[in-house]
């Protein structure tokens, strides 16, 4: 599975969109973009994911480039209760299932 | 509430001891997952179940083990225990193999805190 960068931390006013950037430049042809969320010491939760069209639902928004190479997720209103770690992980949806969790960005929603 | 039932959510015990923590998946799920969470390591894959068999293996110490049981439910036995073993478990589970129904979602639950004295 291809390795991702995120940016180790950042911050957000409450109310405003959240961006949060993840760069994948060796994804290949077959791997998705997930991304899931902790909030603090909870089990992760799915957000979204996507192959190479945006794709959009209740939680958020999920911005591919054309050469794949990097993603950005976008809270857009963002509360407190989005404060957490995010993770961007990409992956094919293959008979094995598992997730391999980088490090993430900790997304800290200031009021 | 992801459907995946952990239980303990705590454990306290003393090191050289054995514990296991217990796993139910989500109603129709066939895979299983354990992850390992420490502060210093990060979500850890440990090991993964499919309908009862061994599906896939990550950094899952020797002194760890695991099973599925006939019901999906899944144990992970801890033995020989030691201080750095004091971590979260989470377990996890999905609906299928790529190829079946499901969007490769894992739903995770709330974990068990394991504390190594």
């Known amino acids: 599975d291809a390795k991702t960068t995120q940016p180790t931390s950042m911050d957000c006013a409450e109310g405003r969109a959240a961006n949060l950037p993840c760069n994948h430049s060796?994804?290949?042809?077959?791997?998705?973009v997930y991304w899931y969320r902790q909030i603090h010491s909870q089990g992760p939760q799915y957000i979204i994911h996507?192959?190479?069209n945006n794709e959009t639902n209740e939680m958020a928004s999920l911005i591919i480039t054309e050469d794949r190479k990097s993603s950005t997720l976008i809270l857009p209103h963002a509360t407190l209760r989005d404060t957490a770690v995010y993770y961007c992980i990409v992956r094919v949806v293959s008979n094995t299932g598992k997730l391999i969790f980088g490090q993430g960005t900790t997304l800290q929603v200031k009021p | 509430d992801s459907g995946v039932t952990q239980t303990p959510k705590h454990l306290i015990t003393a090191t050289g001891q054995r514990v296991t923590l217990r796993c139910s998946p989500r109603?129709?799920?066939?895979?299983v997952y354990w992850y390992q969470q420490s502060l210093d390591q990060g979500l850890q894959f440990l090991i993964q179940?499919?309908?009862?068999?061994?599906?896939a293996k990550g950094n899952i110490l020797e002194r760890f083990s695991a099973q599925q049981f006939p019901d999906l439910h899944s144990e992970l036995n801890l033995s020989s225990l030691e201080l750095g073993d004091s971590a979260l478990y989470f377990c996890?589970?999905?609906?299928?193999?790529?190829?079946?129904?499901?969007?490769?979602?894992?739903?995770f639950g709330e974990g068990s805190r394991l504390t190594v004295l």
């Open positions: 109603s129709g799920d066939l895979s």
């Open positions: 060796t994804i290949s042809g077959n791997e998705y």
């Open positions: 179940y499919y309908n009862g068999e061994e599906r």
């Open positions: 996507g192959l190479k």
């Open positions: 996890a589970s999905s609906v299928a193999l790529a190829g079946e129904t499901g969007t490769g979602e894992l739903f």
